[in-house]
């Protein structure tokens, strides 16, 4: 039964659990109590005060159409049985603000608060949601033998603004068939248009710790996830000092097109994990993120995935810091990784720009980036990063599907202080260095030139500024056109034989090489230079130093 006061009992005051019977010894089940008071709290559109006291609670769910809003200092304590759920809201419309009390999932229930909007039609009515800086959640917990994901709070459908101040703290999954673990859990429903996070900010506040599985890094146990469409642009926000701390797999998990994370701080020293920012949307900024690991190492320290979208749009990383201490069993892979896909093979990573960031110990790469079958339009900018040590490659250029990967890249004014242990550039794909300058303990980008094989005859480079040629089958062979629709007129292209074996001779006049007489390259050493004049390869120099 609904519990509909008299006005003189909500005027101007915020009522309290006590006044329904509750008890908040720690001792006595208050469940009923508490059940009461939250009907009476909805039903008035009243707030709700939880004065001091442990208020123990079985599984509670409420319809809460106008929203709800509870202060106070006191702690909602689970009792019963292992379960899911705690205390959920369902059908929100209105306003939640709560801001003081504690919700306490003692271990036994997998999820400490639940705040669902689904069903929506009517996007003018969509609630809020603002958890305070007072509010905790605490000891989120599932048992191994039971497939329940742990969230400390999850929120679910439709709303103009989630902001979460509050202090998520312990999110353990123990079981060992894949379950997963979230700190906060923003996400939408696909079962109406309207039923998504229209803008979720993390303030300087906010704080979640503790967020683990005992299954393996590899499934989701993360800080925060923020889902939303991505035929929709949702606004994520991270303000600086938000802090998290030992989240096992991420930090920040981003399925949202309009990022704007600045200066986090995020702390690692008990696991290994996946990428501690991933922006998996790609569209905004990550700035200012402050990263400390003793003795762990992660894939990558940022992630940006590109996908195809109709609100598809720049990245921008920069003046990020990763500082590693301790002794890590092995490297961490990346400072960035630069990923595109929608399992196809036509994405596109455009704009996206790697600025002063800095890496205060070893990575193996400072950068990964995928690249995919697409003509011209994939561009990374590398610029003003500073790392220590890089133990493989400055730049790892990747495929994401084992078609050809292309990938234009410019590169100025980077730093490895103690220089790259490995090479400037490993690459399984196809890159166009477009310009490489002032890059100091890095062995210059274009020094390392990729290999072509012949066909038939012909080589197709794909905007490269140097390349080796291998003959057909590896042998010694005639090359008698470079292809080059991947080149503007008049840019150079330098060729090298690809090794000592064999005789590659460049033929004049037979294809489109415009040379001076026919050109052999039968050393490692020899090269031909050529311009591109917009049809033909012409000669611009030879050299054949044996």
Not at 336 to 345: K, S
């Amino acid at each position: 039964m609904t519990t509909k006061l008299a006005y003189n009992q909500i005027d101007g005051m915020a009522v309290s659990v006590k006044d329904f019977g509750a008890v908040g010894d720690g001792v006595t089940d208050d469940t009923v109590a508490i059940s009461i008071w939250l009907d009476a709290l909805i039903a008035n559109d009243i707030e709700g005060h939880l004065p001091d006291g442990v208020f123990l609670c079985d599984s509670l769910t409420k319809a809460a159409a106008n929203g709800i809003r509870i202060s106070g200092t006191g702690t909602i304590k689970a009792t019963g049985t292992a379960r899911t759920n705690m205390i959920k809201f369902t059908g929100v419309r209105g306003e939640v603000n709560i801001n003081g009390p504690t919700f306490d999932a003692n271990n036994i229930v997998a999820r400490g608060l639940e705040i669902l909007s689904t069903g929506h039609t009517d996007a003018t009515t969509l609630g809020s949601i603002y958890l305070g800086p007072d509010t905790k959640v605490i000891n989120a917990f599932n048992a191994i033998g039971n497939s329940r994901v742990v969230i400390g709070v999850y929120i679910q459908g439709g709303f103009s603004e989630v902001v979460s101040e509050c202090t998520i703290d312990g999110c353990d999954s123990q079981d060992t068939s894949g379950a997963e673990a979230y700190g906060l859990l923003v996400t939408w429903s696909s079962s109406m248009p309207d039923d998504w996070v229209r803008v979720c900010t993390l303030t300087s506040n906010s704080k979640i710790r503790n967020v683990k599985n005992s299954n393996t890094v590899l499934e989701n146990a993360d800080g925060i996830q923020f889902l939303a469409p991505v035929s929709q642009v949702a606004n994520f926000t991270v303000v600086s000092g938000a802090l998290f701390e030992e989240c096992k797999g991420r930090a920040i998990k981003s399925q949202v097109l309009g990022n704007a994370i600045d200066s986090p701080t995020i702390r690692r020293t008990l696991y290994d994990g996946l990428t501690e920012i991933d922006m998996q949307y790609s569209g905004g900024h990550c700035l200012g993120a402050n990263v400390f690991h003793d003795g762990v190492r992660v894939d990558a320290v940022i992630g940006v995935t590109q996908r195809l979208s109709p609100n598809y749009s720049h990245c921008d990383v920069g003046s990020n810091t990763l500082i590693i201490t301790g002794s890590p069993a092995s490297d961490t892979a990346n400072m960035v990784q630069v990923f595109g896909t929608d399992n196809t093979d036509s994405i596109t990573n455009q704009g996206v720009t790697l600025h002063h960031n800095k890496v205060f110990g070893t990575v193996e790469h400072f950068a990964t980036v995928y690249g995919t079958n697409v003509a011209d339009v994939n561009i990374v900018v590398d610029e003003s990063n500073w790392v220590k040590t890089i133990a493989t490659s400055w730049l790892n250029m990747a495929r994401v599907f084992a078609n050809r990967a292309q990938l234009s890249y410019i590169a100025r004014n980077n730093v490895c202080e103690d220089g790259c242990t490995g090479s400037t550039i490993v690459s399984s794909g196809d890159l166009k260095v477009i310009e490489d300058t002032n890059n100091m303990n890095i062995t210059p980008f274009l020094s390392t030139p990729f290999v072509y094989t012949a066909t038939s005859g012909v080589v197709v480079p794909k905007g490269e500024k140097v390349i080796r040629v291998n003959g057909e089958g590896n042998t010694t062979d005639d090359i008698d056109t470079i292809t080059m629709t991947n080149y503007s007129p008049n840019e150079h292209l330098t060729i090298y034989n690809s090794g000592t074996s064999y005789t590659r001779t460049y033929k004049d006049g037979t294809g489109n090489l415009k040379l001076n007489g026919d050109c052999a390259l039968a050393s490692a050493n020899d090269t031909l230079v050529v311009r591109f004049d917009g049809t033909n390869a012409c000669e611009v120099s030879r050299s054949i130093n044996g």
